[in-house]
């Protein structure tokens, strides 16, 4: 399993309803390494740009005034399959259908308010830990029980 960084995002919602010491709690105690962590309110500039492949869908508008309508706690987890494990962590889109246990599934109801973004893939991920992070907000640092945290 190749060691990958994926960018997750706690959003408005999640800010505002106090979630983000249980979102990233779940992150920390799963084994992942937090490399990246910032509060910031998102400019339109970078919220149209985050969500650009969603732009001709009829939800695009609220989504991006609901994703700049407050701070986001915007962060970058690294890991062996920390992309599609955080996709897991975080459940599906729709709340209401998310398994039990995972963060959308336990903590929220309305898809427009689903709490928490996590990349889709490798080459989103990169985009969008480059989009949200200048490279010197990026920390390489070697927790001491770095070995237990890979599957071999
Ligand atoms: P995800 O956040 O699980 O990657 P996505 O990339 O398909 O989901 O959509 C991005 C966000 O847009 C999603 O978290 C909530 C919102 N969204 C998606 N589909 C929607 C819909 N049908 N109605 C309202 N909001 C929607
Ligand atoms: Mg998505």
Redesign the pocket.
């Known amino acids: 399993m190749d060691v990958e960084r994926t960018f997750v995002a706690i959003k408005p919602d999640g800010v505002q309803r106090g979630l983000i010491s249980e979102i990233l709690g779940r992150f920390e105690r799963k084994g992942f390494k937090l490399i990246a962590l910032k509060q910031l309110r998102p400019s339109r500039d970078l919220a149209e740009k985050h969500?650009g492949v969603?732009r001709d869908r009829p939800?695009f508008e609220g989504?991006v005034e609901f994703i700049t309508s407050g701070p986001v706690v915007a962060m970058v987890w690294e890991g062996d399959g920390v992309i599609a494990s955080a996709r897991t962590l975080i459940g599906a889109?729709k709340p209401l259908e998310a398994n039990p246990g995972t963060i959308r599934g336990d903590l929220a109801v309305n898809?427009?308010r689903?709490v928490i973004?996590g990349s889709?893939g490798i080459e989103t991920a990169a985009f969008e830990i480059g989009l949200w992070f200048e490279p010197s907000e990026i920390n390489d640092w070697m927790p001491s029980d770095q070995s237990w945290r890979s599957e071999s």
């Open positions: 969500y969603h939800f989504l889109t898809i427009g689903n973004h889709d």
